[in-house]
């Protein structure tokens, strides 16, 4: 297409199994073994328990055998879409290496017990990451987009790094294992800078307000490879809370302040997700905001909830992202935009979901025993419920169904996935080593709540659709770096 003067055409899709390069078969395979195998290794540690370990290096627990099984899965599931997707391409073995090599990377940083080789796992996965992002590397864009991820990614190594050095300082512990055990003498300006350390890296890796630049300045990465990192490298934040969480716990004031984070980039990547108008971002400001509820999930205590949160969305948002083209629509120049939330849009429409939501509260307390007394299992049930219950909604606003019948179909779909949401709740809450800690409900709390469901309402409503000056400063606020955008599709093309 040199010259941009070459004549488009539709051809059919390229035959896989024509012609396909050894690499991607061998790898391909090869990822689906591991998957095998991490099922059973699973089963084998549901079956008799315990920690596996190399004292000192790696400590293999539930939390590692679960995130392999969930890690290898998504993974088969990239590079199974990627040898049609990928194929023909230039730079089809070196993306499928790359893939790979972040695969065996997550494995090894789940299972690390020592700090050293936590942190060494971790920057690899973000380098990996950000090569993926400039897998093209002729095209002037994926590269600029390439250099902010890793900025961002080693920025965020830098403050683990942080963090690693001042729990070592603190406890003589160079073991991840040994600091959990020393939790109990953590405490003082030492052990503030650390944990303040640990939730900035996760906020970066996690793209959290004000940090998520860099994933919406990646969307020039191949479609799985954005598939990847949504579902899986996204979910990092919530991993390392979860490994340091006797680090985050020590302080009340500490878990609200990683509420209140949260439940800032909920709201925000909910509000920067109303002014997108392309399917990716649309996903990306998505991904923003169901990391703000991964993370408060975390900052009320409950570590298996953040858990079972970033699996589902994982699933969620890899099917969205790998069916994206699926959702391109071609409207005429005067046609009127569609919404881009879903909204309360009668009386018997607020009168449903009210109802729907309520009974969903109790199924999840039933199942799980949370939300039965007043302390921060109250607030998970209803953060779970909101966001389970927005899902259902959204996914019905998709249909062609009339207005009536919606009323009906949404208690039908939430219904289920409700109990869905309970049920591997459960069972990841069995395979971790730590339980709950539960904490008090606070005024604070409870102001956060009061402006989360007013800020929803007001979205939901499109109250904030009025002020010209948020319209504005949201767009601002979701604009990717500006080398990272692509002016000219015939630039595009070329690759």
């Known amino acids: 297409m040199s010259g941009h003067n070459s004549k488009k055409t539709v051809g059919t899709l390229p035959d896989t199994t024509v ?61 199974s879409y990627s040898r049609r997707y990928m194929a023909g391409s230039t730079h089809e073995t070196r993306f499928f290496s790359t893939v790979f090599g972040f695969t065996l990377v997550v494995m090894g940083l789940v299972a690390a017990d020592h700090i050293a080789l936590f942190g060494l796992l971790w920057l690899s996965m973000g380098l990996l990451m950000a090569k993926l992002v400039g897998t093209v590397r002729g095209w002037t864009q994926a590269q600029a987009a390439k250099r902010v991820a890793r900025r961002y990614f080693l920025a965020s190594s830098v403050l683990l790094g942080v963090a690693l050095t001042a729990l070592w300082w ?42 998520h630049n860099w994933l919406l300045s990646s969307m020039t990465a191949p479609t799985p490879a954005s598939a990847l990192m949504h579902a899986g490298f996204v979910n990092a934040g919530g991993i390392l809370l979860t490994r340091f969480a006797p680090v985050i716990t020590v302080d009340a004031g500490l878990m609200f302040a990683v509420v209140a984070i949260g439940g800032a980039s909920a709201i925000g990547g909910r509000l920067l997700k109303s002014v997108q108008t392309d399917v990716k971002s649309k996903l990306g400001c998505s991904t923003v905001g169901q990391m703000g509820f991964m993370i408060m999930q975390a900052g009320l205590g409950f570590f298996g909830a953040a858990i079972t949160h970033l699996i589902l969305h994982g699933f969620y948002k890899a099917y969205q992202f790998l069916s994206a083209g699926e959702r391109v629509e071609h409207t005429s120049p005067d046609a009127r935009p569609s919404r881009t939330t879903a909204r309360l849009t009668s009386v018997i429409d607020v009168i449903v979901t009210l109802v729907t939501g309520l009974a969903g509260g109790v199924l999840f307390a039933m199942f ?34 009339p207005t009536t019948v919606r009323y009906g179909a949404v208690p039908l779909v939430f219904f289920p996935a409700i109990i869905i949401y309970a049920f591997v709740y459960e069972s990841v809450s069995m395979l971790l080593e730590i339980g709950p800690v539960t904490t008090e409900l606070t005024l604070l709390h409870g102001i956060i709540v009061v402006v989360f469901v007013g800020v929803y309402i007001g979205i939901e409503t499109g109250i904030h659709e009025n002020s010209q000056r948020l319209y504005v400063a949201l767009l601002n606020a979701s604009q990717p770096s500006s080398d990272t955008v692509l002016t000219t599709t015939e630039d595009y093309n070329e690759y």
């Open 170 to 211: 603190l406890t003589g512990a160079t073991t991840i294992s040994g600091i959990e055990a020393a939790a109990e003498t953590l405490g003082g300006p030492v052990w503030l800078v650390a944990a303040s350390a640990l939730v900035l890296a996760a906020m970066i890796q996690s793209a959290l307000v004000p940090f």
């Open 368 to 401: 799980t025993g949370k939300g039965q007394h007043v302390d921060s299992g109250l607030l998970l049930t209803f953060f779970v419920v909101f966001t389970t219950l927005h899902a259902s909604r959204s996914a019905i606003e998709q249909t062609a169904l």
């Open 19 to 79: 012609k396909s390069p050894y690499v991607p078969v061998a790898l391909t395979w090869l990822v689906w073994t591991l998957f095998a195998a991490s099922i059973v290794v699973l089963a084998t540690r549901i079956q008799f328990g315990g920690t596996w370990s190399i004292p000192g290096v790696v400590a293999i627990d539930g939390l590692t055998v679960l995130m392999w099984v969930v890690v290898t899965f998504f993974s088969g599931v990239v590079h």
